[in-house]
């Protein structure tokens, strides 16, 4: 037998059917399907938000909080004195690369 696109398929026993719960007690996972009585886990739809840690701070949450802590996405700001603000003509526009050059004090620097 040549080893063909077409001729291929899966080892004996690696595919498995998905067992339908809730089909009844003689389907094997019925009534309950496996989750228990009662409970949070137990309810339709997805028992907590990911990311919850059972009402400890979650992780996403205390790291900015930690020394050290690099911003992933850090803000720039350029300063811009009222001085340089009277010296533009009235009736002007100005962007942001205006400002850049015109930058009277440099941004702080990022690590």
């Given at each position: 037998m040549t080893l063909r696109l077409d001729s291929l398929k899966p080892n004996k026993g690696a595919r498995r059917r998905k067992l339908r719960k809730g089909r009844g007690i003689a389907a094997g996972q019925g009534a309950s399907c496996g989750f228990g009585m009662?409970?949070?886990?137990?309810?339709?739809?997805?028992?907590?938000?990911?990311?919850?840690?059972?009402?400890?701070?979650?992780?996403?949450?205390r790291?900015?909080?930690l020394k050290h802590f690099t911003l992933v996405n850090p803000k720039h700001?350029?300063?811009?004195?009222?001085?340089?603000?009277?010296?533009?003509?009235?009736?002007?526009?100005s962007t942001s690369t205006h400002w850049s050059r015109m930058a009277l004090?440099?941004?702080?620097?990022?690590r």
């Open positions: 009662r409970g949070q886990k137990s309810r339709s739809g997805r028992p907590t938000r990911p990311g919850f840690e059972g009402g400890q701070m979650p992780l996403y949450r790291v900015p909080k700001f350029t300063v811009v004195n009222v001085s340089a603000l009277n010296e533009l003509k009235a009736g002007s526009t004090s440099p941004a702080p620097s990022t």
